[in-house]
């Protein structure tokens, strides 16, 4: 695949950039043009706006048959994250025991390698959680 | 509009077919739903077909022209088309066909679903097929199309205390329903304990929880009601046809444990039916996962929402029931070649609506519903058949 692919989401991937509705203030991530309330009203008003990270885990899954490209991954926990902000995330949770991670408990995201694409390929990096400790 | 159909159906074994093509397939089960019309092929107006994604299984594109081609049709130069809409794409090329003869613009019309998985490894595969889920935001990440629907079974089972073994029982089911169905990939019973003791996929569904990976086809005729009694003696009429679409992400939705776009469809597809899902006696619905199916049942109002798990653990599914769900297996022991999935799931309602489904039958069965999903809900079609004589 062509660098351009993956370097225009880079923002979204790396730093969480979503956008806000400067009609109604709802967040969204990843980024839209138009927000799904507002319509017509979003067109020219959707800011970016960056997420702060935190969130906790709405749902996962342990994931043994992996892709190709993850497969010296797995097992790996796969999760839909809800962030404070309201938006929910689809990602891996890192550097916890797949015995531990439940419903309810509180992660920060972390910039990770992602994936790879053979030895001389792209190497993608983008957003993991890791578990909040006290 | 006008009233529509069914006179002709046909399909192929589903399965791992190594000695056939996209085309053998596509072309066997049209002609068979041609022969059972008693059409010589003149008569036919157009085609649909539906179908995945043949450029990834078998590098090739423009399906329709090639089916068209293939069963002889190019000669009368008729329009092909090519309809695509992930795991869904068999129920809506239905649905093109459907409309295109309700609305007048065609009498007799062939619409096909054909799907060649094993022409690669299972791990490609597994990834052609995530790709009905969100590429950028989802499969990227590491979220298999298994892992998304884990990731539903796991909240089903918080918010309404699903258990595993509730779970479970779906493969169970549609397996001994499959033992019946002489044309399903797989004709064996299987204990409950095989479901739960299967290697891991993607916690909590195991081997046994997923359907699995299939070549096949399927293909009926469609034709205006009035003109029907010409080539058949039991046509079977499309009472309804439902639509929906919701995000292509599942993370993006509010409530992840009910699949909006099937009880959206069904509720359309009921309203234009002038019936309640009290009336349905059978129905044949998307059990890519076996959680799929408890939804299924919920979201087209079969069972309140939560109880789906309690109802199939109870028999209330199952053959002999009031309502009997995946006569034919269903995608788990039938068989999930993608494109020919929706088309599969008519040809079943046919054969039962018609009293030709043998051990499997259903006893008078007179209104059948069919429930096809693309994606993790982004797409769910529902069409509603009755017999009419
Ligand atoms: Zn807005």
Redesign the pocket.
Known sequence: MTVARFWRENSSRYNLVGVK?G????VFFPPRTI?P??RR??IGKMEPYKLRGEGEVFTFSIVHDAPSQLELQKPYIMAIIEMTEGVRITAQIIDCDPAEVHIGMKVRATMRKIREEGASGIIHYGYKFIPVTK | MRDVAIIGIGDTKFGELWGMSLRDLGITAGLAAINDANLSGDEIDALYVGNMSAGKYVDQEHIGALIADYSGMSKNYIPATRIEAAGASGGLAFRQGYMSVASGATDIVVVGGAEKMTDVGDVISTEIQAMAADQQWETFFGATFPALHAMIARRHMHDYNTTRDQIAQVAVKNHKHGSLNPKAQFQKEIKLETVLKAAPVADPLKMFDCAPVSDGAAAVVLCDMDKAKKYTDTPIKVLASGQASDTLALAHRKNICEFKATSVAACRAFKQAKLTPNDIQLAEVHDNFTISEILAIEDLGFFPKGEGGKATENGETELGSKLAINTSGGLKARGDPMGATGIAQIVELVTQLRGEAGKRQVTNAKVGLAQNVGGTGATSVVHILERVN
């Open positions: 509705c009609n109604c203030g709802k927000c309330e507002c009203l979003s």
